[in-house]
């Protein structure tokens, strides 16, 4: 079975400040993992993945995101926070290569980004 | 990115009717589609996996004669709620991928939003 944690139901940050979003997560085999952003009555819109390769991937928007196989996470953050990046964020994984394409999510976390 | 168009977008009706609602892939042909029911202010919950040409793929709990999933096309899936109750209120969104395309990532419509009435 495949699970994904958000331990955060809301992060709340100054605009210009860094912000993380935290994601630990927990599959059999490789992960596949990503980041995607839901704006209110809406779909969710991609973000970034982590597929192979580079730890550090970055993304839309300005966000990035560091896989850490040792601790299971795949945070999310941003250098400096913009208003606009106030959004319900969700993190997801699935089984890597030949583990087919279901998706399991976390629960999310609300981003509040303020003045 | 690949896109997926969900219609409608809202929707209410009165219970005990049907509603359907359509996921189309505009740009690729999709070999999966995935349905999932999302109550306020929590994760998205997978209700079924829509396979092209074959029969659809339930999560236990979820009702396979409530939820009718029809994915006749490589662009299209429809999800039909039967006999609709207020209890099936709530915001439903698709999603849709093809390793045809060589992307590892889902795509999602831009969500459903019923009212039962």
Redesign the interface.
């Known amino acids: 079975a495949q699970s994904v944690a958000q331990p955060e139901d809301q992060v709340n940050v100054a605009e210009g400040n860094p912000l993380t979003v935290k994601c630990t997560y927990s599959v059999s085999g490789n992960p596949?993992l990503?980041w995607?952003v839901q704006y209110p009555?809406?779909?969710?819109?991609?973000l970034l993945?982590y597929?192979t390769g580079d730890n550090l991937v970055k993304g839309s928007y300005g966000f990035e995101a560091e896989f850490n196989k040792s601790q299971t996470s795949f945070h999310l953050k941003k250098p400096s926070a913009l208003v606009s990046d106030s959004a319900l964020y969700?993190c997801a994984v699935r089984r890597g290569s030949g583990g087919g394409?279901?998706?399991t999510?976390?629960?999310?976390t609300?981003l509040k980004v303020e003045l | 990115g690949a896109v997926v168009s969900q219609h409608p977008s809202w929707v209410i009706c009165k219970s005990g009717t049907s509603v359907k609602i359509e996921c189309r892939s505009l740009d690729f042909q999709a070999t999966t589609m995935f349905w999932y029911r999302q109550f306020p202010k929590q994760s998205l919950m997978l209700m079924a996996t829509s396979n092209e040409g074959s029969k659809a793929t339930y999560e236990q709990g979820v009702e396979k004669d409530k939820f009718l999933i029809n994915h006749a096309s490589l662009t299209l899936s429809t999800l039909t709620v039967t006999s609709a109750h207020p209890e099936d209120s709530s915001f439903y969104i698709c999603s849709a991928s093809s390793p045809r395309t060589g992307s590892t990532e889902a795509f999602f419509g831009q969500g459903t939003r019923l009212t039962v009435v």
């Open positions: 596949y990503f995607y009555n809406r779909g969710l819109q991609f993945k597929i969700f394409n279901k998706l999510f976390g629960t999310g609300q």
